[in-house]
């Protein structure tokens, strides 16, 4: 029986982004522990005039929660640099091993302190995780899958968080120490297998042609594309080595100095992490690691409950996404559903100010809660890192995920540590009127998309990198042709003799196709830096502007 097209490419991604199920475990396992009696006692302050006797500040409770997101900045910062000198595979061992070790500190801790000290090391991996495994899936995924595979980081992120609530639904109810002591050792499991698998995934063929590992990439190709016996790895290598040569030529190695000297390096950084800073400023942070709490202290009981019902919103959304993103593209759907998120989050906020609320009005502020994170994961929360990784393209790839993935967590770190202040009644007081703090930050993500995220739908990273390149205005990446268009359709015309032929887009990736058609998927078939006809126009060595407008 013939293996499903693209079988082993699928295979190696869909063991990589494991790694976003210790992100999503991560912000809902400690959610729930902070609510459990017994890790309440043992870590939190003296309190006489409450029924347990103890209780946790605002401080306090934000402390952990957030210096954990600290942890993940630097973790996704360094990184870069271990991801260059090793491979992406390296940095995912260096991830899985900060996690655990994170993990055991947190199962020994006899103080907040130490809590606090395990949590930050625990972060350091995940934040290495959130760089290495996005650029693995972009690097390795066929073009025409790259939107749904890089956004599946989003859906096993959700998994995760639906595990974790699970897992705290489960044990909240045990009066001992084993109560959070379990949530906390279920971290340990997928770094393990992590461990245990990264040597059987290949590495990416362009980190290693960058390294002059040619035959490594070779290698490699041909175990992407294991299940199509008639593939020839030689002329998408001699794309890549091609490209890489080119590069090399016109002395572009890249520069930290370039992201803010050149204009199209510049361009590209300021719209790779404006997209992850877009993520997280429309607040959702605060739903991922405050939602047991925030739902037990606007008066709803059965609060880890419906904190699981929130995180299968979560999964909902990213599932339906998956239908979603092919169809429509990036741009559309984050402009649409960021405007019905402003006005779901303005509901929450107007609901939540009169002080003496009902059982009603306090159930109608969650199901808007649980709408508005249904609407972050049909767009925001997995095409951020989607289009993060595919505008990260070129020389400087790895220097501008390392600092797009470090302002992420930057300020995830700003909203998950000011919550508390904000939400508080011994403090700023806002209780759900938060959600107008947050539904501002929503309008300044809508507002970034437009003017600044283009199409991308359907592009190769050299297409996307060409029309950095020609400093195509944003509203005309969906109609630009490209010059890698025009020459994939010359090809087609004087290799195959077919002149109506395209490239495998999207919606049809599980469709079989004529056999010309499969030949032609590849030299295309992993967005790889191919390379193209050059000229110099002053900035370094870029494509020639032999590219009009499709009507």
């Known amino acids: 029986m013939a293996l499903p097209k693209h079988f ?48 946790f500040d605002g401080l306090h409770l934000a402390i952990p929660a957030s210096f954990v997101m600290i942890g993940e900045a630097v973790g996704s910062f360094v990184a870069g640099p271990i991801g260059e000198k090793t491979g992406r595979r390296g940095a995912m061992i260096a991830a899985a091993i900060g996690v655990i070790a994170g993990t055991i500190i947190q199962l020994v801790a006899p103080s907040w302190a130490v809590i606090v000290v395990g949590r930050v090391v625990l972060g350091l991996g995940i934040g290495a995780v959130s760089n290495c495994v996005p650029l693995y899936l972009s690097e390795i995924s066929p073009t025409a899958l790259r939107g749904v595979v890089v956004g599946s980081w989003q859906f096993f992120l959700a998994i995760g968080q639906v595990v974790g609530a699970c897992v705290c639904q489960g044990t909240q109810g045990i009066a001992s120490k084993a109560s959070y002591e379990i949530p ?28 002059g590992k040619i035959e490594g990439a070779r290698k490699s190709l041909i175990r ?41 390096e510049r361009r590209k950084f300021f719209c790779a992490v404006g997209i992850l800073v877009a993520q997280q400023i429309t607040g959702v942070q605060f739903i991922f690691s405050y939602a047991t709490v925030f739902v037990r202290d606007i008066g709803l009981g059965s609060a880890f409950l419906i904190t699981i019902i929130i995180d299968v919103c979560e999964v909902i959304g990213v599932v339906i996404s998956f239908f979603l993103i092919p169809r429509y593209g990036r741009r559309p759907l984050l402009l649409t559903t960021g405007i019905a998120m402003v006005v779901s989050l303005l509901i929450v906020g107007g609901v939540g100010t009169p002080s003496n609320r009902s059982t009603g009005e306090n159930t109608c502020i969650v199901v808007f809660i649980m709408i508005y994170v249904l609407l972050f994961n049909l767009a925001f929360g997995p095409l951020a890192w989607v289009l993060s990784t595919e505008l990260a393209t070129g020389r400087n790839r790895n ?25 508080d009644a011994d403090k700023a007081g806002l209780g759900p009127m938060v ?3 947050y539904a501002g930050g929503c309008t300044i993500s809508v507002v970034f998309v437009y003017f600044m995220i283009g199409e991308t739908k359907g592009r190769s990273l050299e297409e996307i990198n060409e029309m950095y390149m020609n400093r195509v205005a944003v509203k005309d990446w969906k109609r630009y042709e490209t010059t890698l268009q025009k020459q ?64």
């Open 224 to 264: 992407i594309n294991k299940e199509d016996k008639t593939f020839v790895p030689e002329p998408q290598l001699k794309l890549m080595v091609d490209d890489h040569e080119a590069e090399m030529r016109g002395g572009q190695t890249g520069s930290w100095g370039e992201l803010m000297s050149d204009p199209i």
């Open 435 to 437: 959600g107008y703090v």
């Open 399 to 423: 220097r501008i995920t390392a600092v797009a993935t470090f302002c992420f967590w930057t300020v995830a770190f700003v909203v998950t540590f000011t919550l508390p202040y904000l939400f």
């Open 184 to 211: 906390i050792g279920v971290n340990l499991l997928i770094p393990t297998i992590m461990l245990a698998g990264v040597f059987f995934i290949p590495e990416t063929p362009r980190w290693l042609i960058r390294h």
């Open 488 to 551: 994939h359709t010359a090809d087609l015309n004087t290799n195959m003799g077919a002149s109506n032929l395209s490239s495998e887009t999207e919606l049809d990736v599980f469709v079989d196709r004529p056999k010309n058609e499969e030949a032609v998927e590849g030299a295309y078939g992993l967005g790889s830096q191919t390379s193209l006809p050059r000229t110099n126009n002053g900035h370094g060595n870029q494509y020639k502007p032999e590219v009009e407008h499709r009507e």
């Open 8 to 55: 082993y490419a699928l295979l190696f991604c869909g063991f990589a982004v494991l790694g976003a199920v210790l992100y999503g475990y991560d912000g809902t396992y400690f959610t729930g522990i902070v609510a459990m009696n017994p890790f309440i006692i043992k870590f939190g302050e003296t309190a006489p005039n409450t029924t347990l006797g103890y209780k």
